[in-house]
């Protein structure tokens, strides 16, 4: 089991920063490609970002590319995502995973066995 704990959700105004963080405890976190998904109101879950257990690859969705990076740090556990530029269309509870899939599948949804609880982002306009 793999247990990730969110955190640095909160609400701000159009173009600020957020930063979110997400540590992992349980298993060997390097083992673990690791990403994150968001949900906003009356929406489907969709992917964000992931990156692989290594940090040597990256992959993120049309919509936020330019704008969030994700990045990870195997000592201490913990990935992060750095967002940047925050638009009203980014308000969505946001979710660290873990998994396994390969580099081509990082952006599916059903290669990740552990999700966190998620945490609220809230960008007003």
């Known amino acids: 089991q793999v247990q990730l704990v969110e955190s640095g959700g909160g609400m701000v105004q159009a173009g600020a920063s957020l930063k979110l963080s997400c540590t992992g405890s349980?298993?060997?976190?390097?083992?673990?490609?690791m990403g994150w998904f968001r949900q906003a109101p009356g929406k489907e879950r969709e992917f964000a970002a992931a990156i692989s257990w290594n940090g040597l690859n990256t992959f993120y969705t049309r919509s936020v590319k330019g704008r969030f990076t994700i990045s990870r740090d195997n000592a201490k556990n913990t990935v992060y995502l750095q967002m940047n530029n925050l638009k009203p269309e980014d308000t969505a509870v946001y979710y660290c995973v873990a998994g396994r899939p390969s580099t081509l599948r990082l952006s599916i949804r059903d290669e990740y066995n552990y999700w966190g609880q998620g945490t609220q982002v809230t960008v007003s306009s």
């Open positions: 349980g298993r060997t976190f390097s083992d673990y490609a």
